[in-house]
């Protein structure tokens, strides 16, 4: 998906696999909840805009993924998002584009339905929802502050994706314990 409205969405309400935050009031929640000021501008943008179809936000963090970069370079659109954006951020000044390169960024996203996987700087989107992952393998690298989470999902058309993300270990941490909480397979 890119460049989809909350409107344009399909709401993920009617999965069978979810985690709401309503029913948790005054009880201990199984993971830490994240404040969304940790997101970019962009993140807290789509948690704005997908409260509707996706239900509340209960996590995210900043990640890197080739696999998730190499499908929106593939899609046209995306790599036009791309290369307009890199354009404007050559045109301006060196403190702005430190600036930019902060908000510019990939992040996984979850909310009570679905995770999301955003990759500003391509417009691309990826909306998963709990009941399509299969499972979530979750690894260490060694000697690197990264740790990986490899998705395996089916898509829209019901086949069967594996994809990696990286991100710090505090992150991937929180990923598996939102994934647990919404009954997603973890390894």
């Not at 929106?72 to 036009?80: G, I, L, M, S």
């Not at 417009?123 to 690197?144: A, N, Y």
Request: glycine share 6%.
């Amino acid at each position: 998906m890119e460049n989809l409205s909350a409107s344009e969405l399909p709401s993920d309400r009617d999965g069978s696999k979810f985690f709401l935050l309503k029913e948790y009031e005054g009880r201990q929640l199984p993971f830490t909840l994240v404040p969304v000021e940790i997101l970019t501008p962009n993140g807290q943008g789509l948690v704005e805009d997908f409260r509707e179809t996706k239900g509340e936000f209960l996590g995210g963090g900043v990640m890197k993924s080739s696999d998730f970069a190499k499908e929106a370079k593939a899609n046209p659109r995306c790599r036009e998002i791309r290369q307009n954006v890199t354009q404007q951020i050559y045109a301006m000044p060196k403190s702005e584009r430190q600036r930019m390169s902060a908000q510019i960024t990939s992040e996984w996203i979850a909310f009570e339905y679905s995770l999301v996987i955003s990759q500003t700087i391509f417009g691309h989107i990826t909306s998963i929802k709990w009941d399509q992952i299969e499972k979530i393998e979750f690894s260490r690298k060694m000697l690197s502050p990264y740790d990986v989470a490899k998705l395996t999902y089916r898509d829209k058309k019901g086949l069967v994706q594996i994809k990696r993300i990286e991100s710090s270990k505090v992150n991937i941490a929180s990923l598996k314990s939102i994934a647990i909480a919404c009954s997603v397979s973890v390894c």
